[in-house]
C-alpha cells in the first residue's frame, strides 16, 4: 500500500495534521529544508521528492504552502493521490493582492528575526479558534526558520503555476481569509471552514478523506 506523505504549510509542522484520519496507513511527516536563494517552489518540490524518497503512487497530503508544493510534487511524480487542504492549485486561484505584493513586496522590509514573533497573523488571519489552537499555532510560528519563511512569502507570491496535474483532490472552506474559495474552481466546499480548518473542521475533512484514501 502507497505511503502518505504529509506537507504542513508556512511557519506551521507536522502537528496541523493531529487530528486527521489516515484510516490506519504510513504516513511520513515532512519536515522543512532549508532552500536556496534561487529556489521556486517547483525547484523546491524536487528538493524534497530527493529527502524524502516520493516515489511513483505516493499519495500526498498538503495543507496551504504544503498543497502547493504537492501539486509541484505531482507534475514530477506520477502520484496516486494529491491532496490539498486550504490551498490553491493554479495561480489563478490566488488572491489577486498577490499580484500587487509581487510588485511591492513591503515583507521583505520586515527583519527576518522579527517573523516567527508575528503571533497577531495567526489571530487575523487563519480565523477563529481555541486559546488552545492559537497557542500551538503561535508556537510553531515561534519554531520556524525566520529565512525559510521570507523565502517562501516570495516563492508563494511568485509562483506561476498554471496546469493541474493528474488525481488532485481539493477541499476548503468558505470562510478563508487566505484562499477565498470564490476563485478556486472544482474544489470540495467546507460550510464555515476557515483557513485552519485541519483543526476545526478535522471531523468533516476525514469524512471525505475516508473515501479518497481507503
Not at 509542522?13 to 504510513?26: A, M, N, S, T
Amino acid at each position: 500500500m502507497s505511503k502518505i506523505f504529509l506537507i504542513p504549510g508556512l511557519g506551521a509542522d507536522v502537528r496541523i495534521f493531529q487530528y486527521i484520519d489516515l484510516q490506519g496507513r504510513e504516513a511520513m511527516p515532512i519536515s522543512w529544508v532549508e532552500p536556496e536563494k534561487q529556489d521556486t517552489l517547483s525547484t523546491y518540490a524536487q528538493k524534497l521528492i530527493d529527502h524524502y524518497k516520493i516515489i511513483p503512487g505516493s499519495v500526498v497530503i498538503g495543507s496551504s504552502l504544503g498543497g502547493m508544493l504537492t501539486i509541484e510534487i505531482a507534475k514530477r511524480v506520477a502520484l496516486d493521490k494529491a491532496i490539498l487542504i486550504s490551498s490553491i492549485k493554479t495561480a489563478a486561484e490566488a488572491p489577486r493582492l498577490h499580484k500587487w505584493y509581487r510588485y511591492f513586496p513591503l515583507y521583505k522590509l520586515i527583519p527576518s528575526d522579527w517573523l516567527p514573533q508575528t503571533g497577531f497573523i495567526v489571530r487575523r488571519v487563519m480565523g477563529r479558534m481555541s486559546n488552545h489552537h492559537q497557542q500551538l499555532f503561535v508556537s510553531m510560528l515561534k519554531g520556524a526558520s525566520p529565512w525559510f519563511i521570507k523565502w517562501a512569502i516570495g516563492a508563494i507570491l511568485h509562483w506561476d503555476n498554471q496546469t493541474i496535474p493528474p488525481n488532485v483532490y481539493h477541499i476548503i472552506g468558505d470562510k478563508d481569509q487566505v484562499f477565498p474559495y470564490q476563485r478556486i474552481k472544482g474544489a470540495t466546499i467546507i460550510k464555515g471552514g476557515t483557513h485552519i480548518m485541519i483543526y476545526t473542521k478535522a471531523k468533516e475533512i476525514n469524512n471525505w478523506l475516508k473515501d479518497i484514501i481507503s
